[in-house]
Nanobody, 128 residues
Framework: QVQLVESGGGLVQAGGSLTLSCAAS????????MGWFRQAPGKEREFVAA????????YYVNSVKGRFTISRDNAKNTVYLQMNSLKPEDTAVYRC?????????????????????WGQGTQVTVSS
C-alpha cells in the first residue's frame, strides 16, 4: 500500500504561481513513477505531468510545458508540481498518483490506468 497526501492548492490570480506537494508513505520502494492529474468541473480527468522515481525522467501535457515543473525529493518521498504563469483554464482539482505497475515503463505514464494509488486531491482556482 502507498498513501498519498497532497497540499498546496488555493486561489491565485492569473499569472501567479503555486507549488503543490504530494507526500508518499508506505511501500514507496515499489513505486515506479508519480503523476499529477487534474479534473475541472464537467470535464474528463486529464494527465498533467509525471516523473520516474528512479531516474527522474519527466513528462508533461503540451498545455503546461514551459509553465509547470514536476520534481521529486526521494529522501522525503515527496513529489512537487511547481506551477507558474497560471491561467484560468488551469482551474481544477489536482490529484497525485503513484504507479507500482510495470506498465509505467511502457510509455503509458499519461494514462490514469497506469496508476494504482491516488491522493484525495487539492483544489487550484485561478481567477482572471
Amino acid at each position: 500500500q502507498v498513501q498519498l497526501v497532497e497540499s498546496g492548492g488555493g486561489l491565485v490570480q492569473a499569472g501567479g504561481s503555486l507549488t503543490l506537494s504530494c507526500a508518499a508513505s508506505g511501500r514507496t520502494f515499489s513505486t515506479y513513477g508519480m503523476g499529477w492529474f487534474r479534473q475541472a468541473p464537467g470535464k474528463e480527468r486529464e494527465f498533467v505531468a509525471a516523473i520516474s522515481w528512479s531516474d527522474g525522467r519527466t513528462y508533461y501535457v503540451n498545455s503546461v510545458k514551459g509553465r509547470f515543473t514536476i520534481s521529486r525529493d526521494n529522501a522525503k518521498n515527496t513529489v512537487y508540481l511547481q506551477m507558474n504563469s497560471l491561467k484560468p483554464e488551469d482551474t481544477a482539482v489536482y490529484r497525485c498518483a503513484a504507479s507500482t505497475l510495470p506498465r509505467y515503463y511502457t510509455g503509458s505514464y499519461y494514462s490514469d490506468l497506469t496508476y494504482d494509488y491516488w491522493g484525495q486531491g487539492t483544489q487550484v482556482t485561478v481567477s482572471s
